[in-house]
Every structure is written in C-alpha cells, then in structure tokens.
C-alpha cells in the first residue's frame, strides 16, 4: 500500500490551495490552532465560512479585540448552520449540498472583495452514536473538497476532528485524504530552535539545536509546562544538539516537579543519548527515558 505523503504546517503558514486536517485531543488544542486560523482571517482581509451550529461569539479561541457583529454584517464571516450547509430534508448529511456549500462561499468572495476564504467545520458529530455509519460519505466528501481546495488560488481549508470520536482506523483514512497537517504555532523559533507545544502528552517538541544563546528562552518555555502539569513529555526526535548547560537546566527543571512526576525525554536521537549516557542518568534526576527513537544523525531534521 502507498504511504501518503503530507506536509505539515502551523496554522499561520497555511495558504491557498491547503487541504488541511486538524485531529485534536481537547479544547485547548483545538481552539489554539482554530482560532488564528479564523481571526488571521479576519484580520487580514480574507472571507471566512464557518460551517457550525455554535453562535458566532462561542467560536473557538477567538478571543478579545475581534468586532464579530461587524465582520458578519459585512459578510467576511459566514457562520452557516449545518442544516443550510450539509444536512438534507431529513437531517443526514448529504456531501453534494456541503460541496455546493464551499463552491457557492469561495466563488462569491472574490466578487465580495475578499483576497482569499478560509473553511473550516468540526466533522465530529457525524462519528458519534449512529453517526458512523458516515463514515464512507464522510472520505468520498472529503476526497471532492480536496478536489476542489487543492487546485485554488484563493481558498483554504481546515477539517476538524476530535481524535476520540472514532476508531484509529477510520481517523487514519479520513486523514488520508488531505495533503496537509495542521498544528499549533510554535511557541519559539528563531531558525536555529523550534519549540512547539504538545497537548497528548503534554508537554513541548523540540527541534534543532539547544545551545548556551537559547538556554534562558527555553528555560521560560519549560517553566510555563512544569507548572502547569505532573509529568513532562518532551520530544526530542529533532534535537540535533544540546549542550551541558542544556542538560543541567532539564534537570534543575525535573527537581521542580511532584514526588511522582518526571521530564520523559521521547525519541531520543542517538547522539544526544549518547551524550546523556556518557554524563550519566543517574547524574540528571527526575529524567527518564521515553519511547521511540528519534531521527538518524544522518537525517534532516530543519
């Protein structure tokens, strides 16, 4: 069987043409990736057609500062129930009217003024209870509204869905049929270290390298995490290179965690495990080993 091939980008680099998938496990995550999605929209001129049966104000993590009342008069947002976007006479969902939806929305926004138009529905509810009986519909539907995004120069989308409401086998098929993954903005990146948050299991991915010039931004990163949480998972497949300095600051850290709690390091590349052997674990209290290997040395990881 083929493996797809997706590329994955923080929600504030999506742009026309994106198909996008967002399989999230809690409020949190949703509303971090979603909300910019929508008031980066709103914000910088572009159309934005919400299919929900949520009112405007309870969209998730918009935030202070955005006029909704205006941006729906003027027709930027589009808030369209799912019985005027996807639901027949009888109340089951019906793919042809979602497309007529998204088609009719994108084709008006350039004609309304707007320089693109973003999509975006929560797909959950079909998936609960009888609801996954759809489940065909729903990857014919999406596999025509890639169809449709992928080719545009002026529309965007991101499908949503809680990762709980159906089985790993069907999550993995419905994310089979887009191009790209959608996650939350990194909390840093400067070229040379990328911190991003992880919300299952909580705790922070880490990328490139953790030199002495990156310490005091990390230590604020992990600071904020520790406080929030028992145990800390951070990963670390695409950490190229920490220093000592690096290693004693996740210790300092690790002491300041509950008696029961630890910094799990997951995916640990071979050099920098190396590396932490050499010190010795038993040196660096309250880390523990993850799961997982991280990248070769020899692979990319930028």
């Given at each position: 069987m083929e493996t797809p091939w997706f590329a994955k980008r923080p929600v504030s680099a999506v742009r026309p043409g994106d198909h996008g998938w967002?399989?999230?496990?809690?409020?949190?995550?949703?509303?971090?990736?979603?909300?910019?999605?929508?008031?980066?929209?709103?914000?910088?001129?572009?159309?934005?057609?919400?299919?929900?049966?949520?009112?405007?104000?309870?969209?998730?993590?918009?935030?202070?500062g955005i006029d909704l009342d205006e941006f729906i008069r003027s027709r930027q947002l589009r808030v369209v129930p799912r019985r005027d976007a996807c639901l027949d006479r009888g109340g089951a969902f019906a793919p042809a009217k979602m497309l007529d939806t998204i088609g009719e929305e994108v084709g008006t926004a350039f004609d309304q003024g707007f320089r693109a138009a973003r999509i975006t529905t929560d797909y959950s509810w079909l998936l609960h209870g009888?609801?996954?009986?759809?489940?065909?519909?729903?990857?014919?539907?999406?596999?025509?509204?890639?169809?449709?995004?992928?080719?545009?120069?002026?529309?965007?989308?991101?499908?949503?869905?809680?990762?709980?409401?159906?089985?790993?086998?069907?999550?993995?098929?419905?994310?089979?049929?887009?191009?790209?993954?959608?996650?939350?903005?990194?909390?840093?990146?400067?070229?040379?270290?990328?911190?991003?948050?992880?919300?299952?299991?909580?705790?922070?991915?880490?990328?490139?390298?953790?030199?002495?010039a990156r310490h005091t931004v990390f230590a604020e990163k992990l600071a904020q995490v520790v406080a929030q949480r028992g145990s800390v998972h951070l990963d670390v497949s695409r950490l190229g290179f920490i220093d000592l300095g690096g290693l004693n600051l996740l210790a300092r850290h690790a002491t300041r965690l509950p008696a029961d709690g630890s910094l799990v390091l997951d995916n640990l590349r071979p050099n920098v495990e190396s590396l932490i052997s050499t010190v010795g674990w038993h040196r660096l209290p309250g880390l523990a080993r993850g799961a997982g290997r991280g990248l070769p040395e020899t692979e990319d990881f930028a």
């Open positions: 967002l399989a999230y496990t809690g409020p949190e995550e949703r509303d971090r990736v979603i909300g910019p999605f929508v008031r980066e929209g709103l914000l910088t001129g572009e159309k934005v057609v919400y299919v929900t049966d949520v009112p405007a104000e309870r969209l998730p993590g918009l935030g202070p009888s609801g996954a009986s759809d489940i065909g519909r729903m990857l014919g539907c999406e596999n025509r509204v890639g169809d449709t995004v992928s080719p545009s120069t002026m529309a965007m989308a991101v499908c949503q869905i809680d990762r709980r409401a159906c089985p790993p086998d069907q999550l993995a098929a419905l994310r089979d049929t887009h191009e790209v993954l959608v996650e939350v903005n990194p909390e840093y990146d400067d070229g040379i270290l990328k911190i991003v948050p992880m919300f299952e299991p909580a705790g922070l991915r880490i990328e490139g390298e953790l030199d002495a």
